[in-house]
């Protein structure tokens, strides 16, 4: 049985037993800081089984994309050495909040597996907590004499935290049969491989109090996880997941690529095949390679990847051509790889191209470190670790090299540096914060608030809620302050647009909204503070938006989906939106792609935008299906869950073909003519692969241009020319500076020059030479024009800037069978406590001390002969 059936069947299964099907949740969590990636199904629950969160349904079920490769839950070292570890996995699951308990949750799993997949009763056996005798009773009478093992350790005790919803576990095991080693659930040898845990249902009947208690809950719950490659390998009779389905196409391309033919559970195959899933499902998501936080371990994943590619003779480029055949193979479950698929390919091209670079400078860095250790010497762990994290060296890479230098690690000293990299990459958290529990309980309280702000920027309406210092209050007299209202005009920061600002009035007293935010997805509260009066709970009231402020927000909003059209148009059908952010004042859009945008595409693409303007084409807003939206063509956000009905904004011509078409629930303006003008000010880049644009609209243009004007009357009052003749004027002036500098440096050159001192060694000829204040291109400037006129020998410079001391050694060609410039000066850098490197031929560094300028330049001059 194939796995797209095993996970069609189980949430059908479970549909039809009364529970809501739920599409997988991001790979990053939502509304919870405190977990690096979605590591189990229940994640997107958590709040609903700590009852901070309710829905209109108590029963649910989901195939959930999961990720274990950072922070509490890690299995990245895991992966290429056992049968079932992985980084990336789905998770089948149901879900039970204060509905049924033990006895329905064991009866579902049963008959799931026995009846719906039809495996046979005596290859299973069940574990239970050792005191759960109900749970033991139950499994009885469903199953009659299945084996049932009591088990005492946390591994059949599941709880949140510290603190919080708690409960013993049941465990399913199906044993593969007596040719794969291993023991029985509670044993040694356990883990060896003949049984396999295929589900977990938790039974969350008990409260974690600080003081050790277990307090029953009130509403008990069920929270069940069922690893669907584990259960397609039992289905699929292979005792490897790797000999899947969802793995074969992979792996042959894997083979393809390498032109290698090893078994399918060759280690560098498996960790390739898990990696590639676990990078494709990343990126998708918004994460990019970087070097902190989720961004960081996708880009561990990808170099552990390009390294097993290493050693099955890969020496090109290759995930990005496997993360095509990753999307042929999960799209079908997982529509955002195929939109994705040209960013998941892009970002991965250019990290491995970046990756090889930064291997060929650590082999060039290892290289010069072995000509400084004799055969038979130590590689210190510093360096080893240095290889490690900063160009990628695995350390047993560095040890296969060495190997043929009888060069060795100090394994021991690399092991700790290790540890102390872990420690500084713990993840603390993502910095967002977590809604208050005040929230929460509202949204129980209060539920939806009513947004009137597309039709309407004044509202009459009623307080529902009041919230002072993280608690609500019956009314506010004075200071900073939050209001719930029954409906309101107000737009609350959301998808990059800022919230709206404004008044709130009562006939008691006045409140100025400072910003709108939303909580817990359904209610809008104005932030701000009391001007005058008191405002109490069920007041009626008149919320009026900033409307001059709104009108612009809107400009901003719209323009920025003309320019996301355009890009589209200028740099091609890759470029995605990557975030946002619009206020009534400019907009930021950051999007995927892998080069600076040229002055010249900068132009057409503000002349595409500013040709719609002109037009004044109708921007039209629909409420829709989401499916029936997508497939319209209407554009979705990564990362981003929408509901079942959204919202979409579209620009059409005058033949109603769709210029633009997004779902947004941002506020726009009714024809683009309202935009005015458009103008980009920067193009930046902000990470691998992500661009920013920063651009004004309207008035902001006129201000701009005003000030530009400023500028530009008075350069020419000062150059005394028209606007005319201002470019030619300043081209002419440049040109004049640039001979007059030339003029000078020259002149300081040759004034160095007689300054310099010489010295003859061991047939070498050195010209040594101590000077103040030079920037690094004219120092190497220097070094190059001493050498124009001193043509052999070796040349040593120091420049001494406050109390920085930059060091530079040069040695001619005739000399670099016997003199080495990099190794020249790294005997210099002692003193100045410095570092530095180079090659045979010029070597660069520096550290601090100008008192010590002359004793580095001696010790450069001691080490030669």
């Known amino acids: 049985m194939l796995s797209s059936e095993i996970r069609a069947r189980f949430l059908k299964f479970f549909g039809d037993n009364g529970h809501q099907v739920e599409e997988s949740s991001s790979l990053v969590p939502q509304n919870d800081p405190s977990l690096l990636f979605t590591n189990a199904g229940m994640v997107q629950f958590k709040n609903v089984f700590t009852g901070l969160e309710t829905r209109n349904y108590r029963r649910a079920t989901t195939s959930q994309k999961c990720l274990r490769a950072g922070g509490k839950h890690n299995d990245l070292d895991q992966v290429g050495f056992t049968a079932r570890h992985h980084t990336f996995f789905e998770m089948l699951g149901n879900f039970s909040f204060g509905d049924y308990f033990k006895e329905d949750a064991i009866d579902f799993a049963w008959t799931f597996l026995t009846k719906e997949l039809g495996l046979p009763r005596n290859r299973m056996l069940v574990t239970v907590y050792h005191t759960d005798e109900e749970a033991k009773s139950i499994w009885k009478k469903v199953a009659g004499d299945l084996t049932v093992i009591p088990i005492s350790t946390s591994d059949n005790f599941w709880s949140m935290g510290d603190v919080g919803p708690c409960g013993p576990c049941s465990e399913i095991f199906y044993d593969h049969g007596e040719n794969v080693l291993g023991g029985m659930p509670g044993t040694q040898n356990q883990d060896e491989g003949r049984y396999m845990e295929i589900w977990n249902i938790v039974f969350m009947q008990f409260e974690q109090m600080p003081n050790g208690e277990r307090v029953p809950l009130e509403k008990k719950s069920i929270d069940t996880g069922m690893g669907l490659e584990r259960i397609a390998g039992v289905m699929q009779g292979v005792t490897d997941n790797y000999q899947i389905d969802l793995f074969q196409k992979i792996i042959g391309e894997i083979k393809t690529i390498s032109n290698t033919n090893f078994e399918a559970t060759h280690s560098s195959y498996k960790v390739i095949a898990d990696h590639i899933r676990?990078?494709?499902?990343?990126?998708?998501?918004?994460?990019?390679?970087?070097?902190?936080?989720?961004?960081?371990?996708?880009?561990?994943?990808?170099?552990?990847?390009?390294?097993?590619?290493?050693?099955?003779?890969?020496?090109?480029?290759?995930?990005?051509?496997?993360?095509?055949?990753?999307?042929?193979?999960?799209?079908?479950?997982?529509?955002?790889?195929?939109?994705?698929?040209?960013?998941?390919?892009?970002?991965?091209?250019?990290?491995?191209?970046?990756?090889?670079?930064?291997?060929?400078?650590?082999?060039?860095?290892?290289?010069?470190?072995?000509?400084?250790?004799?055969?038979?010497?130590?590689?210190?762990?510093?360096?080893?670790?240095?290889?490690?994290?900063?160009?990628?060296?695995?350390?047993?890479?560095?040890?296969?090299?060495?190997?043929?230098?009888?060069?060795?690690?100090?394994?021991?000293?690399?092991?700790?540096?290790?540890?102390?990299?872990?420690?500084?990459?713990?993840?603390?958290?993502?910095?967002?914060?977590?809604?208050?529990?005040?929230?929460?309980?509202?949204?129980?309280?209060?539920?939806?608030?009513?947004?009137?702000?597309?039709?309407?920027?004044?509202?009459?309406?009623?307080?529902?809620?009041?919230?002072?210092?993280?608690?609500?209050?019956?009314?506010?007299?004075?200071?900073?302050?939050?209001?719930?209202?029954?409906?309101?005009?107000?737009?609350?920061?959301?998808?990059?647009?800022?919230?709206?600002?404004?008044?709130?009035?009562?006939?008691?007293?006045?409140?100025?909204?400072?910003?709108?935010?939303?909580?817990?997805?359904?209610?809008?509260?104005?932030?701000?503070?009391?001007?005058?009066?008191?405002?109490?709970?069920?007041?009626?009231?008149?919320?009026?938006?900033?409307?001059?402020?709104?009108?612009?927000?809107?400009?901003?909003?719209?323009?920025?989906?003309?320019?996301?059209?355009?890009?589209?148009?200028?740099?091609?059908e890759h470029v995605i939106q990557r975030g946002s952010f619009l206020n009534e004042d400019r907009l930021r859009f950051d999007f995927s792609h892998n080069l600076a945008v040229s002055h010249e595409d900068i132009l057409k693409i503000e002349k595409i935008v500013n040709g719609w303007i002109l037009q004044d084409l109708q921007v039209v807003c629909k409420i829709m299906p989401k499916n029936e939206a997508i497939s319209s063509g209407a554009t979705a956000l990564f990362g981003e869950k929408y509901g079942d009905s959204v919202r979409t904004v579209s620009i059409l011509t005058e033949s109603r073909d769709k210029i633009s078409s997004e779902l947004c629930g941002g506020t726009h303006v009714s024809s683009i003519g309202k935009v005015g003008l458009f103008k980009i000010l920067s193009e930046i880049s902000i990470g691998s692969g992500i661009r920013r644009i920063e651009a004004i609209t309207g008035e902001k243009i006129l201000e701009y241009l005003g000030q530009a004007e400023k500028v530009i009357d008075s350069l020419t009052e000062k150059l005394k020319c028209s606007n005319s003749n201002l470019l030619p004027k300043v081209e002419n002036l440049l040109v004049e500076l640039k001979q007059k500098n030339q003029e000078i440096s020259l002149n300081r050159q040759k004034s160095s020059l007689e300054k310099i001192q010489e010295f003859n060694k061991a047939n070498a000829n050195i010209y040594t030479l101590i000077v103040s204040d030079y920037d690094t291109n004219e120092l190497r400037s220097l070094h190059d024009f001493i050498r124009s006129r001193k043509p052999s020998g070796i040349i040593v410079i120091a420049n001494c800037n406050g109390d920085k001391v930059s060091l530079i050694v040069g040695v001619s060609s005739d000399l670099h069978d016997k003199y080495n410039a990099g190794q020249l000066l790294k005997r210099g850098l002692p003193p100045l406590n410095g570092n530095g490197g180079g090659n045979a031929a010029f070597a660069h560094g520096g550290g601090n001390g100008t008192s010590k300028a002359t004793e580095s330049i001696e010790l450069i001059i001691n080490s030669i002969g």
């Open 278 to 572: 676990a990078i494709s499902f990343l990126i998708a998501d918004g994460i990019l390679p970087s070097n902190e936080g989720r961004g960081y371990v996708l880009r561990r994943i990808l170099r552990r990847a390009m390294r097993h590619g290493n050693l099955i003779n890969i020496r090109d480029p290759f995930l990005f051509r496997l993360s095509n055949s990753l999307v042929d193979v999960m799209m079908d479950a997982y529509p955002e790889l195929e939109k994705a698929r040209a960013i998941i390919s892009s970002t991965v091209h250019m990290e491995e191209e970046k990756f090889l670079i930064t291997l060929d400078r650590g082999l060039k860095i290892l290289q010069n470190d072995i000509k400084e250790i004799p055969s038979g010497g130590v590689l210190s762990g510093a360096k080893a670790f240095k290889l490690y994290d900063t160009y990628g060296f695995p350390l047993d890479l560095t040890q296969d090299i060495l190997k043929s230098e009888n060069i060795s690690v100090d394994v021991v000293a690399f092991n700790a540096a290790l540890q102390e990299q872990k420690k500084r990459a713990q993840w603390t958290g993502s910095g967002e914060i977590k809604e208050d529990k005040i929230w929460h309980i509202l949204r129980k309280k209060i539920g939806t608030v009513e947004f009137r702000g597309y039709e309407k920027e004044k509202e009459y309406s009623e307080v529902l809620s009041l919230v002072q210092e993280e608690k609500e209050v019956s009314s506010i007299s004075s200071g900073k302050a939050f209001i719930v209202a029954k409906s309101t005009p107000f737009y609350a920061e959301c998808g990059g647009q800022c919230g709206d600002t404004g008044l709130i009035k009562s006939q008691t007293g006045v409140f100025r909204v400072i910003n709108t935010r939303k909580f817990c997805d359904e209610i809008i509260v104005h932030e701000g503070e009391l001007l005058s009066g008191c405002i109490k709970i069920s007041d009626n009231i008149e919320l009026e938006v900033d409307g001059e402020k709104r009108q612009k927000i809107r400009a901003n909003h719209t323009a920025t989906h003309l320019l996301h059209a355009a890009l589209r148009i200028v740099l091609g």
